[in-house]
């Protein structure tokens, strides 16, 4: 037997992932133990997770790869500071105790770490680091279903890379481009993020939500940044930039090209000005993605695209990749961020260092990416008994009947099963489920659910057999990484006064037969559901089909603002009774709200930090 560990971590969305014999056996992010969103610290947690679900002591692992190389990042951030210097001294400073007492010697802090998890652990040499986007490239090509394809990469930096663009074949990977730091597509879109008022490195996801409510107008102004060429590469005016050098994003001249400052969110509500800016910025961002996709498909000729990096989370952009048929075919890692880079580290050692063959599967090897932690029957009665939760227990028939029923009646529904998704995205594991079909339900759950932004689109699950009679999309999506448009007999036109409104007044237009889920500019980012996938949410779709003829549910996380996705049922059961959810499904357990003792109430608005 041969184990691989992967680990990424101290930049944001630490994770561990195991492989045995090649078979990618457990993965998940820290923030799901810790309950710190994004958590970039030692991944402890996950690591004994995947150990225990692999029934493999530290010392029985073979190897063990961290997702980047930190020399050649030390190496970026002392040649960047003499390039600007005397510019930027103060960041540098702020950086140079970190790195000389953490981040230099990194195999050394990582190695004292791993000995906490088995103390006959001592063999240093078992340590090794792969290439930030190479990790990201593994992550993508080698689970997908493709023997060869083209990776497009790209996020904000990794140790010099920006975008690469990568030829995989069987188990052969090579990076054949690159664009360097600091011209980084990933960094621009998250200046505008900062710029608008979201936390960087958080709400690049909700920048994109917004920019349906407003009008690309800035897009001339935002072409003064960067210079993209015909073939989608770019190059950034730095002089309106501060991210290469100071503790901000932007900087004085950004703000007066703009006209404005960046938002305050504890003063500032988000207004027009803010919708056009996202708008505008996801317009730039989807144009030289679609332009690289043209000139690699026209350089490498191959007919399948795999896309990893926090960038390829841009599910509007790969819809769009998608729609103009660059490609035959496009498989997306559904960790793409960082914490998939402990998966592609592991992934890359496997297949290229040691020469292994892949076998590659109809789907993807990714096993619906229901990679995390899972409870056992009984386990989670013991649980929920410890807390003094009120429940009754269903066989599975049961269970589904009697969900599908409360969904189509109003309800929302926490749903708790088998395996946690690895990854951003709610797959039907963690899920707060809903009907698209009731008008109010996405205010209702933005507001008394999730406590956030009223303008944030839910997405729809939706059965595979069934996407193309309700979506302008014919392909797979398992991941919920593609947006496409709803079925135009689907939809209910607007009024001419209804096509001006403006901004979140659009929010409260009823626009087809699902109106919650269906976007303003009447699109959606839609997760195919399949029984291969996940059997027990394919029949509760199923049988919610069968009573209302609508084959999909609101699927969004199972958490609120600022907080990580649950992780184990007691997580669920504080969510649960801290929000205005109605009912909570955990394994075979059904709880009623209006069952429980209401002294466990908790005011869960004030209890994460805002993201």
């Not at 664009?179 to 690049?204: C, R, W």
């Not at 917004?210 to 993209?228: Q, R």
């Not at 303008?455 to 057999?465: D, G, K, Q, T, W």
């Not at 199923?542 to 184990?568: A, D, M, Q, W, Y």
């Amino acid at each position: 037997m041969k184990s691989i560990l992967g680990i990424s971590a101290f930049y944001h969305d630490s994770a561990a992932a195991l492989l045995i014999n090649g078979k990618i056996i457990a993965a998940a992010q820290e923030e799901r133990f810790t309950r710190v969103k994004h958590d970039s610290s030692y991944p402890y947690n996950a690591i004994e997770f995947v150990l225990k679900y692999g029934n493999l002591k530290l010392n029985d692992i073979d190897k063990i790869i961290f997702y980047e190389k930190p020399f050649l990042k030390f190496e970026r951030l002392l040649e960047t500071y003499v390039a600007f210097a005397p510019k930027g001294f103060k960041s540098f400073c702020k950086a140079m105790p970190i790195w000389l007492k953490e981040k230099l010697f990194q195999k050394n802090f990582i190695f004292n770490k791993l000995k906490k998890h088995d103390k006959n652990f001592t063999n240093q040499d078992k340590i090794l680091f792969s290439d930030h986007h190479l990790s990201h490239a593994a992550s993508a090509f080698f689970p997908s279903p493709f023997d060869d394809a083209v990776i497009l990469t790209a996020d904000g930096v990794g140790e010099w890379a920006t975008t690469t663009v990568a030829v995989g074949n069987g188990n052969n990977l090579d990076i054949k481009s690159e664009i360097h730091f600091p011209h980084s597509l990933g960094l621009l879109y998250s200046a505008f993020t900062y710029y608008t008022g979201f936390k960087v490195n958080s709400g690049e996801y909700k920048l994109m939500g917004l920019a349906p409510y407003g009008s690309p107008k800035f897009i001339n102004k935002i072409y003064e940044l960067i210079d993209i060429k015909d073939d989608g590469t770019f190059r950034l005016q730095q002089d309106f930039f501060n991210y290469a050098t100071g503790l901000t994003m932007t900087n004085e001249k950004f703000n007066k090209l703009f006209g404005q400052k960046p938002r305050d969110p504890k003063k500032e509500k988000i207004n027009q000005f803010h919708m056009d800016i996202a708008a505008s910025i996801q317009f730039v961002t989807e144009e030289i993605m679609i332009k690289l996709a043209k000139s690699i498909k026209k350089e490498y000729g191959h007919d399948n695209l795999c896309l990893a990096g926090g960038v390829a989370l841009n599910c509007v952009a790969n819809g769009k990749i998608l729609k103009e048929k660059i490609f035959k075919n496009i498989w997306i890692q559904p960790a793409a961020g960082d914490a998939g880079g402990s998966l592609g580290a592991a992934l890359a050692f496997w297949h290229i260092e040691q020469n292994n063959p892949r076998t590659i599967k109809k789907n993807d090897s990714m096993q619906g990416s229901y990679l995390g932690p899972e409870y056992s029957q009984r386990e989670i009665e013991e649980e929920l008994k410890n807390i003094k939760a009120n429940f009754n227990v269903f066989n599975e028939d049961d269970l589904i009947n009697k969900t599908a029923e409360d969904i189509s009646k109003g309800s929302a529904v926490g749903w708790f099963q088998g395996r946690m998704e690895f990854g951003p995205r709610s797959l039907g594991a963690r899920s707060i489920l809903a009907d698209p079909r009731s008008p109010s339900m996405q205010k209702n759950l933005n507001l008394k659910v999730k406590y956030r932004e009223s303008f944030r689109p839910f997405a729809p699950s939706i059965l595979s057999e069934d996407v193309s009679e309700w979506f302008d999309i014919n392909n797979e999506s398992p991941y919920m990484l593609m947006v496409a448009n709803v079925s135009k007999k689907k939809c209910i036109p607007m009024s001419i006064e209804e096509k001006n409104l403006f901004g979140i007044e659009k929010l409260n237009v009823k626009r087809s037969q699902i109106p919650s889920v269906t976007h303003v500019d009447y699109s959606a980012r839609i997760q195919t559901v399949n029984e291969d996938r996940n059997d027990i949410f394919y029949k509760l779709i199923s049988k919610f089909k069968e009573l209302t003829k609508c084959p999909i549910l609101i699927n969004t996380s199972f958490n609120v603002r600022g907080e990580p996705i649950v992780n184990s049922p007691k997580d669920a059961f504080n969510c649960f009774m801290g929000t205005e959810l109605d009912k909570l499904i955990i394994g075979n357990c059904y709880l009623d709200k209006k069952e429980q003792n209401q002294s466990f109430k908790k005011d869960y608005k004030e209890k994460f930090s805002l993201d």
